[in-house]
């Protein structure tokens, strides 16, 4: 699944499940709730900085491994790995899994840096590669603060343009998401260059709940609702350095979900990722 998440393709129809997987690596705070476990979030949020750009070791890695369910069945597994130098980072994603019985690969290399103009994460290019169901290379450079971007589609290259609203692909989104969860935001609009067009996304912040979580155990986790061409739900840990812990996608036909197994880190809590 490609998650942010953020999400690129739909279930039934391609690789959804790796999309919703990748992109789905952020974190987040709230608005308003019961005043112990409003508690247990600001404690978190404590912890992080929440500059605008914020300051990380020059070098750092995060890495998230996630199982992904189609339907209720185990059909694969993915892994993220952010690797930062400063206000620049390489993300990676590898993702396996049989979707309408065909085993697919997904692979994804992303470079992202913070823009001083626009405050914000952008995507400067990323190299997509998917194998087995909906194959596909796609390679894609990005200028003008990410409001421009040059898509090469097995070798048709098209050109979009955002007015407004930078385009990223689903790792840099993701990381801006997070970062604007840990600002406190409670609603908010981002973009995701696809393939084939530019898909706007609404994301609503919903009241935290407390949650089983093994091998974490009790964790409260803050639903982040997503609309748009793709309907997401992420769930997000404040106590683990804001990381996604589960996102369900819900389709007409099949119904998606990833769960966090494994994650380390070397970075310093930031919302940086």
């Not at 609702?225 to 589960?246: C, H, N, R, S, W």
Request: glycine share 4%; aromatic share 8%.
């Amino acid at each position: 699944m490609t998650v942010p998440f953020a999400l690129p393709v739909r279930l039934c129809v391609n690789t959804k499940p790796m999309l919703v997987a990748s992109a789905v690596v952020a974190a987040l705070a709230l608005s308003q709730y019961a005043k112990a476990d409003e508690t247990r979030i600001r404690d978190a949020q404590d912890k992080a900085v929440i500059d605008a750009a914020p300051k990380q070791k020059p070098q750092c890695t995060r890495r998230s491994d996630y199982d992904i369910y189609l339907s209720g069945i185990h059909t694969g597994t993915m892994s993220r790995t952010e690797q930062w130098q400063g206000k620049q980072a390489v993300v990676t994603s590898n993702s396996e899994a049989s979707i309408l019985g065909i085993g697919t690969r997904y692979r994804q290399r992303a470079e992202l840096s913070w823009s001083e103009t626009t405050e914000e994460w952008v995507t400067q290019a990323f190299h997509q590669q998917v194998s087995g169901f909906r194959a596909r290379d796609m390679q894609v450079r990005f200028s003008h603060n990410g409001r421009a971007a040059r898509v090469d589609l097995d070798g048709e290259v098209t050109d979009y343009h955002s007015k407004d609203k930078a385009l990223r692909d689903v790792d840099t989104l993701a990381i801006e998401m997070r970062r604007l969860l840990m600002q406190g935001r409670h609603q908010f609009a981002l973009v995701r260059q696809a393939s084939d067009a530019m898909e706007p996304y609404q994301f609503y912040v919903k009241a935290p709940q407390a949650a089983e979580v093994a091998p974490w155990g009790e964790l409260m986790l803050v639903p982040v609702e997503q609309t748009g061409a793709e309907e997401v739900t992420y769930y997000f840990a404040p106590e683990l350095d804001y990381q996604l812990i589960k996102a369900r996608y819900h389709g007409i036909l099949l119904q998606g979900l990833i769960e966090l197994n494994h994650y380390s880190s070397s970075c310093d809590l930031a919302p940086s990722a």
